[in-house]
């Protein structure tokens, strides 16, 4: 049997568990109580009419013909950054990233742009094991570039090597924007520089696709320097008496602009890419006044006289086989290549005589 003195205790112990309530502790509960009722009520309500007001939505819709908009995956379609219309990324692909309503040109990774404006199965890659290493310890640089690495299959910040466009011989160098932009470190001014130097060496002409933020910061000085370096290389090339072409493409800007991208014998950009040194921002910060519509995109600076054409992706290649025709002196270049074998150019026909009306006018002129 239990002891009168334990019995006590537990009674005592029940009571601290369920202590006696007061009238208003009574009351209180009961208003939070309803309270939280209401409050269901209210958000089962609510729900109710938006569900009702979907319906409704749906029926204006139906009614006047409109259609749900799809629910589509990424991996289907694809948005446009200018115009904003959604895009099968299959016919993307196929018009060679380039909108159909807008034409708006997508970036290109290397690899991709290597393999549409080459012929098939002529590029052979230089300098594969040159990669950037993180030489002041800057911080967080070491995982961007690890980052990069991983932004594609086998991504590498610039492609370098030799290609044949139109069964023309070229070096050919493309940079990589998903990796930190395309911005030039130490590995891309060497692989660039070795390019231009193998380039003379065999006696090739250069094609170069460039996009790029800039000189890449984690690397200091030694980023800036490339610029030096690769503007030596590109010079010897060029006293050599070969061609390079630079395609400049969406952005090219900084230290990359200021050397071996405006540097070219003759300068190609797709429609719209952004080429300047400084960005337009900067620069309205800077003078404190608004910029014209357009400034520094590739229509404005051909306008300027700072390019020699802007041509659309779909007749770079043509374009591009055109002068390298030209320059190794082929007699029409228009016309489809034949494999080239290296030699002296064959001397030009002599061109046809013109009319006597047409001759006149010349010389009235």
Known sequence: MLKKSNFKKSQNRL?????????????????QMAAQTAAQSATQAAQG??????????????????????DVPNELCTKCDACGDMLFTDDLSQNKMVCPKCGYHFHLSAQKRI???CD????????????????????????????GRLSGPDAREVLTGKAAIGKMPCAVFAMEPAFMMGSMGSAVGEKITRLFER??????????????????????????????KTSGAVKRHSDAGLLYVTVL??????????SFAMEGDILLAEPGSLIAFAGPRVIEQTIRQKLPKGFQKAEFLLEKGFLDAVVPR?????????????????????????EHTAGPPKPAS???????????????E
Do not use: C
């Open 15 to 31: 009571e601290g568990l369920f202590p006696e309530r007061t009238p208003a502790q009574t009351t209180a509960q009961a208003a």
């Open 49 to 70: 009419m938006a569900q009702a007001a979907q319906g409704a939505m749906q029926a204006v819709q139906n009614a006047l013909g409109m259609q749900q908009k799809p």
């Open 115 to 117: 393999d549409l404006m």
């Open 120 to 147: 098939a199965g002529s590029f052979t890659e230089w300098d594969r094991d040159v990669e950037s290493v993180d030489p002041l310890n800057f911080p967080g640089y070491a995982q961007k570039l690890a980052r």
């Open 199 to 228: 380039a003379e060496a065999e006696n090739l002409p250069v094609v170069g696709f460039t996009v790029s933020g800039g000189a890449r910061m984690q690397e200091g000085i030694l980023s800036l320097m490339q610029m030096a």
């Open 249 to 258: 493409t969406d952005p090219t800007t900084g230290g990359v602009t200021a």
């Open 314 to 338: 779909n007749k770079l290649r043509g374009t591009l086989k055109y002068i390298l025709r030209l320059h190794a002196g082929v007699q029409n270049p228009a016309e489809p290549a034949a």
């Open 350 to 364: 002599k061109p046809a005589a013109k009319p006597a009306a047409k001759r006149a006018k010349a010389t009235e």
